[in-house]
């Protein structure tokens, strides 16, 4: 069965860092790209990062190019989101993806909220 779990959300100050993970099992991993993305309330869900399966190659969404970086590790079938100068504005659930075979897989998400 293919599942992915989303960790690592929570509160954080402006300016802060939080890491999320997003822990796969049931599949290859290592051969899928993974994505990020968020939703928040009121808003459709956006993308915010690729990366291929090797981790060679990145993309990020303009709102957070430069802020978050995106990274894996397939020996522990995880794939990361690192979120660097965090804003209010990147309050959301935010959610790994993959697209398998046409099928797309998500997680059950993780909250982030960016206050003081």
């Known amino acids: 069965q293919v599942r992915l779990v989303e960790s690592g959300g929570g509160l954080v100050q402006p300016g802060g860092s939080l890491r999320l993970s997003c822990a796969a099992s049931?599949?290859?991993?290592?051969?899928?790209?993974m994505r990020w993305y968020r939703q928040a309330p009121g808003k459709e869900r956006e993308f915010l990062a690729h990366?291929?399966?090797?981790?060679?190659?990145?993309n990020y969404a303009g709102s957070v190019r430069g802020r978050f970086t995106i990274s894996r590790d397939n020996a522990k079938n995880t794939v990361y989101l690192q979120m660097n100068s965090l804003k209010s504005e990147d309050t959301a659930v935010y959610y790994c993806?993959?697209?398998?075979?046409?099928?797309?897989?998500w997680g059950q998400g993780t909250q982030v909220t960016v206050s003081s």
């Open positions: 990366i291929t399966g090797y981790g060679d190659s990145t």
């Open positions: 993806n993959v697209d398998i075979l046409g099928n797309d897989v």
């Open positions: 049931g599949f290859t991993f290592s051969i899928y790209d």
